[in-house]
């Protein structure tokens, strides 16, 4: 079963940015709901962004809402999460994953079938 290819995490201070990348080589992801979801040590998986299948609709956490932005590129085959104004609590692994659920269903870790493996996001203070 092919894998979802996160990149882009990183080092970076408090206030700057990052872009991360969720790629697939086989796999259609403009077929899914795609999201991003992030954990910390010690911490449960938590939702963070979502979008709908053709990017037209997005979803997000309180936590990020304003700071964070999801998008596609669909001849890419890519989705995009960009963090901005981050802050030390956003720490974490972030995961890319592909979903058919609903969209009411797509803040549960429970509605995607396909996951990467995370890239580390690491945000000093």
């Known amino acids: 079963q092919e894998q979802l290819v996160e990149s882009g995490g990183g080092l970076v201070q408090a206030g700057g940015r990052l872009r991360l990348s969720c790629a697939a080589s086989?796999?259609?992801?403009?077929?899914?709901?795609m999201g991003w979801f992030r954990q910390a040590p010690g911490r449960e998986r938590e939702f963070v962004s979502a979008t709908s299948r053709n990017g037209g609709s997005a979803i997000y956490a309180d936590s990020v809402r304003g700071r964070f932005t999801i998008s596609r590129d669909k001849p890419r085959n890519t989705v995009y999460l960009q963090l901005d104004s981050l802050r030390p609590e956003d720490t974490a692994v972030y995961y890319c994953?592909?979903?058919?659920?609903?969209?009411?269903?797509?803040?549960?870790?429970?509605?995607?079938?396909?996951w990467g493996q995370g890239t580390q996001v690491t945000v000093s203070s």
């Open positions: 994953a592909a979903s058919r659920s609903v969209w009411s269903a797509l803040r549960d870790v429970a509605a995607y079938t396909r």
């Open positions: 086989e796999l259609n992801l403009s077929t899914y709901n």
